[in-house]
């Protein structure tokens, strides 16, 4: 018997478990695939958003705002690169003046720190790669980029450390309640009972909720395409173009490891589960990304991909207990700036459970964990390390010079990497600009060897994505 199951571990659920772990409460986290980060949150843009965009008194404004607060402390305490590169909101005419006041007069409402708008001399001066013709920008200096797998990862990782179950290839086929009790079932035929449960399960979400009760919300999914480009100091910030009556345009921006994402669109799609790319959906990208950066390169491309966000009609989001069944929580529809929000929901779900479950904080929470990189570290550092563990002297990824030490931290860490991907989403290697065309077979057999598999049992990612057959 449960306290708590939270359904889903993406960057919401993960936090919900993470935050919830600071109590005695037995909680467990369930999801259909075989790792964390397999959805909405592995395919996003990982931008830490200021807050200037969303409309205000709303919840996603306020949530927006709180959570972008708490970043630079939670990302700190659980070794996730984070970064505030700041973001511009770019104009090229006196339209663009009019709207950029508007968005300015709503940062200000929100409750946005710092932003202000700065004239072109400013803005070449920050950013000397921007097409020619601005003529002003909004500037959003708590604007940030985070890396969005790691800290995901971190967060189920930790809530594991204290004492957190986690259950993946656990996909929710019933949800029943009886009295007080709920049991969630799988398509396996396992069952958890608990007393609360979390629906966080992103583009299921709808599905989700309706197992226990016809819902009145009805979230699509829009899919956003992307460029991921080589490693280049070609931007510092993250851009955006202003707003027109043609849309908002697609975003440039750096991310925490150095490579510059393109992108997204956003198009409806009726499978949630479609994550492909098109050609005709990338050119549009492309086109319009050089409005803004003429300079960039796409022949740099190293990876396209896509991702599916869960929206609502009403463009806030869903948090709170259901109306019809006590103790069931939606925590769904958590489109942009979602992941920005994260830690913000998670308090709110936090004070709804400790109310209702009367339950106490830990006094031996663990708020601290530790990642090696190994990059980072000096030469006296790097030397002190290979001299106590040699495999740290081996670089198994060339591109992110990635060592075979990192790699098997990866796999033997609380949540460890079951897959060549989730050893990638870990530790990088692969993620570079061969995109594991060198080091994947070395890291198909250190995770072979360290899981006691077959060659032919790897997977790339998902269930049945083998390497070898």
């Known amino acids: 018997m449960r306290d708590v199951i939270v359904i889903g571990s993406g960057i919401i659920g993960s936090n919900i478990a993470r935050e919830l772990s600071k109590y005695d409460l037995k909680i467990t986290i369930v999801d259909k695939e075989n790792d964390v980060c397999k959805g909405a949150s592995k395919a996003n843009s990982a931008i830490v958003h200021g807050g200037h965009d969303p409309e205000s008194n709303t919840l996603v404004a306020k949530l927006n705002v709180e959570g972008n607060e708490m970043f630079e402390e939670l990302c700190k305490d659980l070794s996730v690169p984070f970064k505030r590169n700041g973001a511009l909101v770019v104009g090229f005419n006196d339209d663009d003046k009019k709207t950029l006041n508007e968005l300015l007069n709503r940062s200000i409402k929100n409750g946005v720190k710092g932003a202000r708008i700065i004239n072109s001399e400013e803005v070449y001066k920050k950013e000397p790669n921007l097409t020619a013709g601005i003529v002003s920008a909004l500037f959003v200096p708590s604007s940030g980029i985070v890396g969005v797998y790691e800290l995901t990862i971190a967060l ?54 309706e197992l226990i009760c016809e819902e009145e919300f ?122 920005t929000a994260s830690p913000a929901i998670s308090n709110m779900v936090r004070e709804w459970v400790v109310e209702k479950m009367g339950c106490k904080i830990k006094k031996d929470f663990i708020n601290k964990r530790e990642q090696t990189y190994f990059h980072e570290l000096s030469i006296e550092e790097k ?64 995770l072979k060897n360290e899981k006691g598999l077959s060659s032919k049992e790897v997977v790339l990612d998902n269930n049945g994505s083998n390497i070898l057959v």
């Not at 309640?177 to 009972?193: A, C, L, P, Q």
């Not at 849309?247 to 925490?256: A, Q, S």
């Not at 609502?312 to 992941?339: C, D, H, M, Q, R």
């Not at 897959?419 to 290697?429: H, L, P, S």
Request: glycine content about 12%.
């Open 218 to 339: 009805d979230i699509k999914g829009y899919k956003g395409e992307y460029y991921l480009l080589d490693k280049e100091n070609l931007v510092t910030s993250t851009i955006f173009k202003c707003p027109s009556k043609h849309g908002k345009g697609v975003l440039i921006t750096p991310t925490v490891h150095g490579n510059i994402i393109v992108g997204p669109n956003n198009n409806f799609v009726e499978n949630g589960e479609d994550r492909t790319v098109s050609k005709d959906g990338l050119e549009d990208i492309s086109k319009k990304a050089l409005e803004t950066v003429d300079k960039l390169d796409f022949r740099n491309n190293i990876r396209n991909f896509a991702g599916v966000r869960a929206k609502v009609g009403t463009n806030e989001f869903i948090i709170g207990e259901n109306k019809k069944i006590e103790s069931f929580y939606n925590v769904v529809g958590i489109a942009s700036p979602g992941l």
């Open 156 to 209: 189920c990782e930790n809530a594991i450390v204290n004492g957190v179950q986690f259950k993946n290839n656990f996909c929710v086929k019933e949800i029943n309640k009886d009295g007080d009790v709920f049991t969630v079932e799988s398509e396996n035929g396992d069952k958890i009972k608990s007393k609360i449960v979390i629906n966080a399960s992103g583009i299921e979400g709808q599905k989700t909720s």
């Open 383 to 446: 030397n002190e390390l290979i001299e106590k563990d040699k495999s740290y002297g081996q670089i198994v990824c060339r591109c992110e010079g990635i060592t075979e030490g990192e790699i098997l931290e990866s796999i033997r860490r609380p949540l460890g990497a079951v897959t060549i991907e989730g050893v990638k989403r870990r530790c990088r290697a692969g993620a570079g600009r061969c995109q594991g065309g060198f080091c994947q077979t070395r890291v198909l057999e250190l």
